[in-house]
Each structure stands twice: as C-alpha cells, then as structure tokens.
T-cell receptor
Framework: GAVVSQHPSRVICKSGTSVKIECRSLDFQATTMFWYRQFPKKSLMLMATSNEGSKATYEQGVEKDKFLINHASLTLSTLTVTSAHPEDSSFYIC???????????????FGPGTRLTVT | AQSVTQPDIHITVSEGASLELRCNYSYGATPYLFWYVQSPGQGLQLLLKYFSGDTLVQGIKGFEAEFKRSQSSFNLRKPSVHWSDAAEYFCAVASGSGGYNKLIFGAGTRLAVHP
C-alpha cells in the first residue's frame, strides 16, 4: 500500500529558532499533500493544502509566514515552523493524496507524525 | 457547511464485547466517508471507506461500517473487541471543489478496552 514518511519523528528546539519537517510519499506520486496539526486528545486541524509547484493554500487562522510550506516535487513537501514559540508545540501530521482511478475521488495516506516541542 | 459529529468522546468496553462507534455527517451531496484509527503518538490508519454501492462496508482488523443515508450516519462496528483495538477513532467525510480531496474530521472517539 501507499506509504508516507515524515522526518523527524520528534524534535525539540529552542524558542526563536526554525524547524523543518519533511513529508515524503515513498511509493507513489502525490497529487496534493496536506499538513495537519493535532493538539493533545483533539482531532486533526487542517493547516494547509499543498500542490506541487504552486503556493500552498492556508486555512483561515493559520499564519502563512510562520508555517512555510514548500512542495518541491510530487513526492516531497516540507513544513518549516519559523521563529518557533512554546505555543507551537504540537503533533504535526502530513498526508499525501492520490486520485482513485479517473474519477474525482481521492484517498489520503497519512504520515506517522512529528512531535514538536519548543522550549 | 459540511461537518462530522462523533457524539461519544470516550467509550470503554470489555475485551470480547461488541462495539459500535457513532458517526453522523452533514453533507448536501453524496458523501464519501472514511473511518481512521490512531494509536498514541502515531499517524492515522485507514480502516474502511464508503464511496458507493453496498452500504455495508468491510474494513481491516474485523471492522465494518454501515452507511445509512436516511439517518446521515456511518457507524463503525466490530463484533468482538480485542485489547489491541484501544485507540482513537476518527470518522471523516471528503469534500472539496473540483474533486473530493479534503477531509473533514469528527472530534474522535477514544476507545478503552478492559481485560
């Protein structure tokens, strides 16, 4: 089946620094990649939608200058948390989307997540 | 607006007992529905999905779900729960313009299994 990896799985950084998280689709080319944030014991909150070669589309309330998304290829998207603060500490999950057949239905495959802790 | 409601935040069952997790959706057109499971500190794994056809959908790990349009529901069931089923379960509906590419998640139901 389709596999999505994330790196790193866990990162601790100091306040004010930037952190980059990678999301890769290992055995398929992803039409679109998504970035989610999950707070403890909460559901997933969509942060942005990323298409290869174009600017990411951010959800309302998500600061695009703080959460930089680059989708360099059909298998790689990166999320950079700039000038991180303790309130940015969270579990970040990416997913990669693949169209099913020739229709308009897509299936998302999720990465294992990255635990970010900002001290 | 599309939405997904999972009325039960936390459910506890005994190992070997049957399980039903509720999911209600609000969507104007034909919904494309999913159930995912998340173990602590992990990503999401797809259990099953409904696009069309038979309203009773079989998934992995012995799970099934039934789509009921009249009740706007897509409840997840398992006849006999195993301790390894303890996890967080999310129901989701696909939406988006130009293709069903975005997922809207419910709040999740945390399942605890007693030995």
């Amino acid at each position: 089946g389709a596999v999505v990896s994330q790196h790193p799985s866990r990162v601790i950084c100091k306040s004010g620094t930037s952190v980059k998280i990678e999301c890769r689709s290992l055995d398929f080319q992803a039409t679109t990649m998504f970035w989610y944030r999950q707070f403890p014991k909460k559901s997933l909150m969509l942060m942005a939608t990323s298409n290869e070669g174009s600017k990411a589309t951010y959800e309302q309330g998500v600061e695009k200058d703080k959460f930089l998304i680059n989708h360099a290829s059909l298998t790689l998207s990166t999320l950079t948390v700039t000038s991180a603060h303790p309130e940015d500490s969270s579990f970040y999950i990416c997913s990669a989307s693949q169209r099913l057949g020739l229709g308009i239905i897509y299936e998302q495959y999720f990465g294992p997540g990255t635990r970010l802790t900002v001290t | 607006a599309q939405s997904v409601t999972q009325p039960d935040i936390h459910i506890t069952v005994s190992e070997g007992a049957s399980l039903e997790l509720r999911c209600n959706y609000s969507y104007g057109a034909t919904p494309y529905l999913f159930w995912y499971v998340q173990s602590p500190g992990q990503g999401l794994q797809l259990l099953l999905k409904y696009f069309s056809g038979d309203t009773l959908v079989q998934g992995i790990k012995g799970f099934e779900a039934e789509f009921k349009r009249s009740q706007s529901s897509f409840n997840l069931r398992k006849p006999s729960v195993h301790w390894s089923d303890a996890a967080e379960y999310f129901c989701a509906v696909a939406s988006g313009s130009g293709g069903y590419n975005k997922l809207i998640f419910g709040a999740g139901t945390r399942l605890a299994v007693h030995p």
